[in-house]
């Protein structure tokens, strides 16, 4: 019966799963680092976790929040405050006195600190703001994202935040690169252990998903009132789930400071949500695979694969017109729109990779109305 | 107290029952019981209120006045608070005035051991029969996140496949576990939802409507169906339906309710003699 179906599909997937990692690692040990595919695929796959953590609420439990990049704010933050080497704290708090924390931890527990701190700033805000609905909800978990971000700015924090000045010098992606005796980089790292990352956060949500909790959060979404009256408890339940969302866009925001190097919270703008709300829509409410794919290719078309747009094109003696600084976004927009309007699920509806490899698709059906 | 001289057979007691929605009055002063094993059904006119007294036994609403009882504990008390004092317009309203107000949320109340069905089925529609009913189990959990997340549950988990593949085959829906629930038929889905209401463990089912839109023939076989559940799992059910043929056929006593109010109490064969029922259903001769 249900339990007994076949196995095969999953192990394809895995499988897939290790190819591409293996195929990172090799990439990055052949291609200059300086290629534009690694940009890609370290932003990728930080787009990648935070997409997940929203479409765990927006996708799964159908709590529509638009708080991501706060919560991302606070992670990353936390991340540089507790990462920043003790010597080079009089260099960025400079004028703060070198700043209240004078130590530091692991990454790895930096990067814990930060998605318990966005948890703690969820369940906070989640007191008061998961009582809303819909819209509302999204309009205050909007509003908190802007507060978040103008109190983090704000000079009486200097001391812990560095006020309105940027935090740096925290390890980064290319720390992860082993250097030989010489100080050269004998083997990159610095995008596989960012896919490593992403890839465990995203394999926890996965598995929640996959519980009895995560069934439970589906219910919620297709039906509150039916969900309530089989027991479940909304209230504990929608927290459950905005605290985890949250944890995760915390260490991804955390992976955001490492990939871009420095802190600074003006840059965490509510266009960051809508860009990852934007990847959660193409790539398919309810389907991490399709979060995951969509992060790519949409930090592939911004950020690569659309750049010559931006410059002045020549085939032999004809100058391409209309291109120029900004055109990039005009045809993103459309590419947005068309994607929108014909693929109203998304690329992948909320079918993940192993119902596409399996023959017999009984079990989905036709998914939605 | 009267919480000492209750019988312990008494499953459901509901004392005075009013709900007021601003000025109007759904439901005027009920009382009922329903005792241990008992089919009881609930009937009465369209828009009588039977589907809001079932909200205020499950913690949908919360009723504006009276006593819910459940197994001789007191589930819902509520008493006229605030502006509705002044608005409220059932009767006994200062009969609870000094107990304190208890409020249970509808999944407190599922925990209780009172699971229901919809009168428009409510089933979880991206899914399939088998996690629908699955979800029911989820309230007996032992399991918290973390033990969930890594499977560290899986012997309860099985346990509850189990018992979902169980719960399916007795409603006869083993063959379509794997089907979307929204693509079943509507007489699959009525099971469906019973069905997912058992995997809640409850001691009280209650039914709103089972048959709606279902053909004589299928209202039959949910008859014998609800005996057969009833039996099986020791439950004891409450039900609102308009089939008469069903409910003069399975109830052992039946409430009939009238623009909020009760306007009778016997059994099937009391109630079809009684001429404020039939009053209340073909309306009187002026004259």
Known sequence: MNQKKSKKPMIISLCLIAAVYIGVFIAEQFIPQQSMLFIVLKKGAVYALVAVSMNLLNGFTGIFSLGQAGFMLVGAYVY????????????VYQYFDGGLVQFTVPVIIAMIFSGLAAALFAFLIGLPVLRLKSDYLAIATLGFAEIIRAIFQ?????????????????????????????????????TLIPFIMAGVCILLIVLLINSTYGRALKAIRDDEVAAEAMG????????????????????????????????????FTSAMTYEILLIVVIGGIGSV???????????????????FLDEKQIIGNFEVPLLRIGFRMVVFSVIIMIVVLFFRKGIMGDKELPDLLSRSRKAKGRAGK | MSKVNQDSTQVLKLENITMQFGGVVAINNLSLEVNKGEIVALIGPNGAGKTTAFNCITGVYEPT????????????????????????????????KDRKPVVHTPDRITHLGIARTFQNIRLFKSQTAFDNVLIGTHLRRTSNMFTAAFHLNAKEEKANREKTAELLEIVGLADVADE????????????????????????????DEP?????????????????????????????????????????D???????????????????????VVIAAYLGVDEE
Not at chain 1, 293 to 298: G, H, K, N, P
């Open chain 1, 80 to 91: 540089g405050i507790f990462t920043i080497p003790v010597a080079e704290r009089m260099n």
């Open chain 1, 154 to 190: 704000w000079n009486g924090l200097g001391r812990i935040t560095n006020s309105s000045n940027m935090l740096n010098m925290f390890p980064t992606f290319n720390d992860f690169n082993i250097l030989g005796p010489d100080g050269k980089v004998t083997v990159y790292l610095s």
């Open chain 1, 232 to 267: 479940i408890n909304l209230a504990h339940h929608k927290r459950l789930a905005f605290c985890v969302s949250s944890f995760f866009a915390g260490v991804g925001g955390a992976m955001l400071a490492m990939y871009q190097t420095t802190v600074q919270a003006k840059s």
């Open chain 1, 289 to 307: 695979t399709g979060s995951v794919l969509s992060s790519f290719l949409f930090v592939a078309c911004s950020e690569w694969w659309l750049r």
């Open chain 2, 65 to 96: 006045n009276g006593i819910v009882y459940f197994n001789g504990e007191p589930i819902v008390v509520n008493h006229p608070q605030g502006k509705m004092i002044k608005q409220y317009g059932g009767i006994n309203g200062d009969l609870y």
């Open chain 2, 180 to 207: 979307l629930a929204t693509s079943l038929p509507y007489g699959k889905q009525r099971r469906l939802e019973i069905a997912r209401a058992l995997a809640t463990n409850p001691t009280l089912l209650l039914l």
């Open chain 2, 211 to 251: 048959a709606a839109g279902m053909n004589p023939q299928e209202t039959d076989e949910l008859g014998e169906f609800i005996v057969d559940i009833k039996n099986r799992f020791n439950l004891t059910v409450f039900m609102i339906e308009h089939h008469m043929n069903l409910v003069m056929e399975i109830s």
């Open chain 2, 253 to 275: 006593r039946i409430y009939v309710l009238d623009f909020g109010k009760q306007i009778a109490e016997g059994t099937p064969e009391e109630i079809q003699k009684n001429p």
